[in-house]
């Protein structure tokens, strides 16, 4: 019998996008013919993936998972909301989120991290997409932590438990009262995600993002004396960032304090200082270029005689 290398099984798994199991079993089975183990995998439908990994995926499901003092918060990307519903995939966000939970989150290091059952992360992705017939990619991911406190969670229209459209993490540091402080971050987790803030706090904002907004500000107040336009500035930016930054913000449970207004008076049901450490928010698809297909024009192509 043939030896079945690594090096086999990897040219068989970028030959087809099957797992690395599967390629595995299809060597053994054909004794190490890769062309016979194509035609194996093909006749599993386990080929299937690397023929679909062009397609644009731009729905799926964001997983916010908290466990202690860390939180995850990830995206997996389908074709078509109708996955979304569908058990296995859900099943797959939500084992890839305990594993990110377990593991740092980071995409690169997270597809090659053992996935539970057997194989890998990128081979169940891949093993999802031979089943479930639509291309799928684990887009992106993000980890918080604090040595004392809580990471809160929330996910907006959940579909499932911690599963949706927009997730969002948020770290509190502090000694305090523990069932306090994770309602309070779940307050902060909500603000988070229907404001969508760019930072924490000013100190935070991207300088291209800042650069921008003060060119914006120079261009509409041109012509204006320098020392002027420099107040113009200065006041223009602190609006933005009272739009912007989290802390700022008005809180969306009381508009009539900040975030940062509303934590300090927090303390005193904590029963201890209160800082917002960070927060990731995750909304589907975004920044994602869909393709918009016309559907009438592919059925007319598909019958159109040659």
Known sequence: MAQITAALVKDLREKTGAGMMDCKNALNETGGDIEAAIDWLRKKGLSRAAK???????????????????????????????????????ALVRAIADVAIEKKADVSDLLGTHYPG??????AIANAIATIGENMTLRRAAELHVGQGVVASYVHNAISDGLGKIGVIVALESTGDAEALAA?????????????????????????????EKNVLAEKNAGKPAHVLEKIIESG?????KEVCLLEQPFIHDNAKTVAQAVRESEKTVGAPVAVKGFFRFALGEGIEKQENDFAAEVAAAVKPN
């Open 237 to 241: 930016l602190k609006t933005y960032y």
């Open 184 to 212: 309070l971050g779940r307050q902060v987790a909500m603000h988070v995600a229907a404001t969508s803030p760019v930072a924490l706090d000013a100190a935070g904002v991207d300088p291209a993002i800042l650069a921008r």
């Open 52 to 90: 679909k990994s062009g397609r644009v995926a731009a729905e799926g499901l964001v997983a916010a998972t908290v466990r202690g003092n860390r939180g995850v918060v990830v995206e997996v990307n389908s074709e078509t909301d109708f996955v979304a519903r569908n058990e296995e995939f859900q």
């Open 118 to 123: 057997g194989g890998t992360v990128q081979d």
